[in-house]
């Protein structure tokens, strides 16, 4: 009879220190979790600003770098289409060396966009300043430039652009 009542005694202080267990893991749980959420909380109020000056960024690299912007800024300053090309080429590497950080905030498949779109303009200036003579005027390199650019369906910083503003509509 004593080893029923001792018996009895070890199953109940076995099942309160499992009910016991259970509650404190569950109550450990629910606050790690909580401070989980904080933590990711504060982390998104860093980051979001981050991310959507990031996107500001990458839409102003991706219109500066647009053919029609940037023959419209530049050919002023060029004399020939030789150094027209090369103040094109500089522009373009010039502004992405200034943003290339940015690709820390978009995503892999955007940024991919736009440097895919950098080197299209890149192809097309160049492509064009091969069918012109070095010497000629820079408004004919700019000429040759748009008509590579009108013979496309999507100019180069188009697509990269709609990706970007998907990107920044699913953010919200």
């Given at each position: ?14 099942i309160v220190t499992f009910g016991v267990y259970l509650t404190i893991t569950t109550v450990a749980n629910k606050i790690f979790e909580k401070q989980r959420w904080d933590i ?55 502004e992405y060396n200034h943003n290339v950080a940015q690709q820390l905030y978009v995503s892999t498949h955007a940024w991919e966009q736009i440097v895919n779109a950098m080197n ?53």
């Amino acid at each position: 009879m004593e080893y029923i009542w001792i018996l009895t005694i070890l199953v109940l202080g076995v099942i309160v220190t499992f009910g016991v267990y259970l509650t404190i893991t569950t109550v450990a749980n629910k606050i790690f979790e909580k401070q989980r959420w904080d933590i990711r909380s504060k982390n998104i109020e860093i980051t979001l600003p981050l991310r959507l000056q990031a996107y500001e960024r990458m839409c102003l690299f991706l219109e500066r770098i647009t053919p029609n912007n940037l023959l419209l800024r530049l050919v002023p300053s060029a004399i020939s289409a030789l150094e027209l090309q090369q103040i094109i080429l500089h522009e373009i590497r010039e502004e992405y060396n200034h943003n290339v950080a940015q690709q820390l905030y978009v995503s892999t498949h955007a940024w991919e966009q736009i440097v895919n779109a950098m080197n299209e303009t890149v192809a097309i200036v160049n492509q064009a300043a091969a069918e012109v003579s070095a010497d000629a005027p820079a408004a004919d390199l700019a000429k040759k430039v748009f008509s590579h650019v009108i013979e496309k369906e999507i100019q180069p910083s188009t697509h990269a652009l709609k990706v970007l503003k998907e990107e920044i509509r699913n953010v919200f």
